[in-house]
């Protein structure tokens, strides 16, 4: 994943600075490590040297190459109101909906699906029950599942969020008071 948002010249999201660009940093440098060496591809040489794949030397160059090229839609409105908004204010406001889930099920649910698919299956074969050990799988793949489909309706929310903005040149959110307010902004 870091080599495909790298590709990229931005990258748009909410909260990604402080959450997802270390994320994905991290685990990109977590999966490379577990991986064994691949046969050597031969690949088209890139036309003009800006157009060549950076290689990073640590998750933390990673980071900041990512966080170069990201608007971050909660730093950016939070630099206009003066406090931190929630996705789900802004999800309310602009397009009438909710979000649907929380970040604090999110977390249930990777560490559920984790445990779930490789601790208990194993544990349960282990003890000679593949039927429970079947079982396990499933319930972690359910919860994957999950975590995947609340995941994509964020990041679709931050776009149809994103995309308003851009078009309407304001975005709203709802107050503490329940008020819909509105904020001007210059996205594009």
């Known amino acids: 994943m870091g080599d495909a948002l790298g590709a990229h010249d931005h990258i748009i999201g909410f909260s990604i600075k402080q959450f997802d660009n270390t ?3 991290y685990n990109y440098f977590a999966a490379r490590a577990e991986t064994p060496p691949l046969k050597q591809v031969k690949r088209a040489s890139p036309r003009t040297k800006a157009d060549a794949q950076p290689e990073w030397d640590s998750p933390e160059a990673l980071k900041c190459f990512l966080d170069a090229r990201s608007l971050d839609l909660q730093i950016d409105l939070e630099g206009r109101v ?3 908004l929630a996705l789900n204010a802004l999800a309310q406001g ?7 889930g929380t970040a604090a099920r999110a977390v ?3 560490r559920l699906a984790a445990q779930l698919k490789q601790k208990y299956a194993y544990a349960l074969r ?4 593949p039927e429970g050990a079947d079982r396990a799988q499933e319930l972690g793949a359910y919860y994957q599942k999950r975590l995947e489909h609340y995941c994509a309706t ?4 931050v ?3 994103f995309e308003y903005g851009v078009k309407n040149r304001r975005v709203f959110f709802l107050g503490f008071e329940g008020e819909r307010r509105n904020i001007r902004v210059d996205w594009r």
């Open 108 to 110: 249930i649910w990777y």
């Open 23 to 25: 994320v994905v940093a």
């Open 126 to 129: 282990e003890a000679n029950d």
């Open 159 to 161: 776009r149809q969020i």
């Open 82 to 84: 003066g406090y931190r």
């Open 94 to 100: 602009t397009l009438r909906r909710e979000k649907e």
């Open 154 to 157: 964020d990041v679709q929310l």
